[in-house]
């Protein structure tokens, strides 16, 4: 169409309406906030508004030899069948593609309307509104929607951390055991983070051990537990031994034969691991006071799944809680086993085996015995057909207690050689403690002179503020026996008394410190249930009464803690072996 037919199409519209109608209508058009083309039934544009010329960066004049079809950027045939269908139903929606002048397209979305002009030609009005910027912001939105999600998942990804580090700091609370706690740890890491964990420790001789070997499947646990026999050797090229000589964290794949073979140590090992499907690998040592004890090794059978720099840093958390773990309990296994050597040192290996006298003893310490504890037990020969015993408890514990007992138990025995009192003993420690000067080590002593016969055993004794010991008789009567002085170790001058105290066959005494009695804080009733027990042992031997008296106190005891520990021991006076010798 030439733009003199444009031009009368136009002008014909105007004459419909008016000569007036002209400044009112390009006033209203050249205002219009959407970009806005008027076409005819044969598609050419006939007007346009300034913001259509400034969406399409057209000229006015060169859009006014352009029809709609022109500018629609689609598939061969699509604008025409449109165009007529819309032609037919003189009303058009939809989002469009439009080339403009430059070359460059934008979308649009077209609402296109037949206008019936009176007597005139009717024209179509095109009103085309620029989609570029809301789909930028339906762009930025969703970009927005996006790192909020990314960003909510980063989060939930740190608070599962968060909770996986809090959950393997309460495991490794719990308990000193370690080795039980580490594959109770690499449990809590394959429900998390892995696949298959495995713990490598270094021992003293240098070699690598392996303590724990967990597959969060339970069908290849069985599988798993074959790597027990192939511990990586120190000093070659293994993850692991990587990890304990550079202090590092390492990352491995297994991806190629070569990996797999680099890392296994014979070919029983080599299948174990492809069956494992082991794709990757992270170990990181663990490290506590400047000491690689051994590695954590998190292992991945996904293909998809690659460690990274998060993983490696919350590994080594992980392995730095617990390192700590595993060095405080090897420390609290050397002090455990220096208590009990300490301890053993300072009871006797064994009782003495006198004529006519049955003897037993107990020493139940409080917690897991990682501490010395202050009370003893002693019987031993003092010549001329005498025997001593004593039950002492110094006050506290620890090395200054152990010190304190040591003392006292070469102090007695020393001086029952020459001093045959109790009591008399008793002041020569109280001296011996005041000369060495141990501060605030005081500590209560029941001390026994035995002079045992055939038919008779006559005790003296002395308790220097410690418990009266108990005596059955054999027609069932407890009672408490002698008279409670002062404790020793405070005062330069003791009040001590001896006691005469005579046993016929069958009849026993139990010396016991005060933490038989203790129990629950209920004083009165310990001692109920120490009498009690004692009675219930009623023409029972020896090793049968300390038996029966131990078991009452740690059934007493149940749950609760033990406040102190517990030293017992029993004399009986043996009654005769109704056998008939062989000489009879």
Known sequence: MQEGEVLADRSEVLANNGASAEARYRALFDSAGDAILIVNRQGFCIDANPRAIELLKYERQEL?????????????????????????????????????????????????????????????????????????????????VRAEADAQAQAEDARQRVRFVSDVS????????????????????????????????????????????????????????????YAPRAGNSHPVARALATGEAQLFSYRSAGALRAITQDEEHLRIVRELGIQSSLSVPLIARGRTLGALSLFS?????????????????????????????????????????????????????????????????????????????????????????????????????????????????????FEHKPSALLRELNRALLEQSVEERFCTVCHLRLRPSRDHLRITLCSAGHPLPLLLRRDGRVSSVGETGQLIGVFPEVSLVDSVVDMDPGDTLLIYTDGATE?????????????????????????????????????ARGSSPQRDDVALLVIRAAEPDPRPSESG
């Open 64 to 144: 006014l030899s352009m029809t709609m079809i022109d500018l629609v950027v689609a598939e061969p045939g699509w604008a025409d069948r449109e165009f007529r269908r819309f032609l037919d139903q003189e009303r058009w929606t939809g989002e469009i593609e439009l080339q403009c002048k430059d070359g460059s397209l934008v979308q649009v979305d077209v609402s296109a309307t037949r206008v019936d002009m009176g007597s005139g030609p009717a024209i179509y009005l095109s009103a085309i509104r620029d989609l570029s910027d809301r789909k930028r912001l339906i762009e930025e939105g969703a970009e927005l």
């Open 301 to 417: 059978t996904n293909p998809d799944i690659r460690y990274g720099e998060s993983d490696v840093r919350l590994a080594e958390e992980v392995a730095r809680r617990a390192a700590v773990r595993i060095d405080n309990a090897r420390l609290y296994e050397e002090r455990d086993h220096t208590a009990k050597v300490l301890q053993r040192s300072l009871l006797p290996p064994s009782l003495p085996s006198i004529p006519h006298v049955e003897l037993a003893a107990r020493y139940l310490p409080v917690g897991e015995g990682n501490e010395v504890g202050g009370d003893f037990y002693d019987v031993f020969d003092c010549g001329g057909g005498n025997w001593a015993a004593a039950v002492g408890d110094v006050c506290g514990k620890g090395p200054e207690a152990a010190a304190v007992m040591g003392l006292a138990r070469h102090t007695l025995r020393a001086v029952a050689r």
């Open 519 to 555: 129990q629950r804080r209920e004083a009165v009733a310990g001692e109920e249930r120490l009498r009690d027990a004692f009675a219930a042992s009623l023409g029972k031997d020896a090793e049968e009464t300390a038996a029966g008296v131990e078991e009452a106190l740690r059934s």
């Open 170 to 229: 309460e495991l490794l609370a719990v308990s000193l055991d370690f080795p039980a706690t580490l594959v109770r740890l690499g449990e809590l890491v394959v429900r998390e983070i892995a696949d298959l964990c495995l713990i490598d420790l270094v021992l003293e001789s240098g070699t690598i051990e392996r303590v724990a070997a967990v597959h969060a499947s339970s069908s290849k646990q069985a599988l798993a537990e074959q790597l027990f026999g």
